[in-house]
């Protein structure tokens, strides 16, 4: 947990520094969240700690200002421009907390951050929706001249398994869309066992906010960012993160972008997917690099790995990809990366296959054979011609054994 709270020192003094040669102004759309629900008192939330921070360390008297127009049970129709034409099943523009609003107040802000985390799914509002809403948004404000970040989605215990699939989707498409601009939500405060669900430590009660701890750590992530910082260094970029069983070891590759010097790696490994020990390490290669490792002693049954990137100025973390290391287990890896879906499976021998994608109707998508490996298989199918929407993969072997996953897709 240690690893969660700690944000380098450097970071609040690199966001002193801004604050102390120019006090702007910055505004915030968004829902609950961002309005301060469970932040008791309202000075923990993570829009009252930014303006905390900007006003300690004022030198002139005048303070970079908050203009938070975030309002509860919001989805991102609200934040649309006045007169956009909204289907008629959906809420028109809020005209006192929208692009309209935001554009014409004097004098009109530096900066827009966008805080809306979950609602719109939870309403059920497509993915395609919010992420139209959101980049018309963005494209508003840049239009203007005011820097715009989006923050990704959250998760939320209330919602309902296919709903925070498509939240954890979100997130991927939102760093996708808007990249440096966007603001990572979703890592510090999301469960390690793969259900999507709030950390029960910085849940506040309700299963849908955050608490203050929760507040505390997405005040950090937007600390971290520098937002008003001309000509910062982009963060380091992931191009590629795979984990595969290859006989009985596990091997493990990635590439990168952007490294910042003195750039470290950890591979870290768990058994429950909560707790995670570091079990190698390595230095940085370069501004773009290619790494591989292999963990020769991997854990018997199923494990989780994944990648702990520290920078001089932040430390993140890549997705956890799970690894079966157990021969009756058909499908050991199943995972997305962009238009592609990444299998990895296991037979008792060699011997043919059939892969079936099936929609939540039952209607057969896709179909293809293929020769399964006794030692190990990889597969990976396009599937960039799917619609927004969650899909099944069934494989069936010529000896009978049948795996079915389920896996989303969001545009």
Not at 226 to 250: M, Y
Not at 262 to 275: A, K, L, P, W, Y
Not at 295 to 311: A, C, H, M, Q, W
Request: net charge positive.
């Amino acid at each position: 947990m240690k690893s969660i709270f700690t944000i380098s020192l450097c970071l609040f003094i690199e966001l002193c520094a801004q604050v102390c040669f120019a006090q702007k102004k910055i505004a915030i759309l968004g829902s609950s969240t961002a309005a301060g629900t469970g932040a008791l008192p309202s000075d923990s939330s993570w829009v009252n700690r930014l303006q905390a921070i900007f006003r300690k360390n004022t030198t002139d008297g005048i303070d970079t200002s908050i203009d938070n127009r975030a309002v509860g049970g919001y989805v991102t129709y609200r934040s649309l421009p006045n007169g956009y034409p909204t289907p008629s099943d959906r809420p028109l523009p809020d005209p006192s907390a929208n692009v309209t609003y935001v554009l014409n107040s004097s004098p009109r802000p530096d900066v827009v951050i966008i805080n809306y985390p979950t609602n719109d799914i939870v309403n059920g509002y497509a993915p395609k929706e919010m992420m139209d809403n959101l980049r018309l948004m963005f494209q508003q404000f840049n239009a203007n001249g005011i820097t715009c970040y989006i923050t990704t989605s959250q998760p939320r215990n209330t919602a309902t398994d296919a709903q925070r699939t498509i939240l954890r989707q979100l997130v991927d498409s939102i760093k996708l869309n808007f990249g440096n601009y966007a603001i990572n939500f979703w890592d510090d405060i999301v469960t390690s066992d793969g259900l999507n669900m709030i950390r029960p430590e910085v849940d506040a009660g309700d299963g849908t906010h955050v608490n203050n701890l929760g507040h505390r750590l997405l005040f950090q992530r937007v600390a971290a960012k520098n937002i008003f910082s001309i000509g910062a260094p982009l963060p380091i970029t992931l191009k590629n993160w795979e984990v595969k069983l290859q006989n009985n070891s596990v091997l493990l590759n990635w590439n990168t972008a952007d490294e910042e010097p003195n750039t470290t790696f950890e591979i870290q490994r768990s058994d429950n997917g909560v707790h995670f020990q570091s079990i190698y390490q390595r230095s940085g290669a370069g501004r773009n690099a290619s790494y591989s490792w292999t963990d020769v002693s991997p854990l018997n049954g199923k494990s989780f790995y994944r990648l702990k990137i520290t920078e001089l100025s932040k430390t993140i973390y890549s997705r956890i990809i799970p690894v079966v290391n157990d021969k009756k287990q058909l499908i050991i890896s199943l995972y997305q990366d962009g238009s592609q879906l990444h299998l990895q499976l296991q037979a008792n021998s060699n011997q043919t296959a059939t892969l079936a994608i099936i929609n939540y109707s039952g209607a057969v998508l896709k179909k293809q054979s293929f020769d399964l490996k006794a030692a190990n298989t990889s597969l990976s199918v396009p599937i960039s011609e799917l619609a927004s929407g969650n899909y099944f993969i069934r494989i069936k072997t010529s000896e009978g054994q049948n795996a079915v996953k389920r896996f989303s897709v969001i545009k």
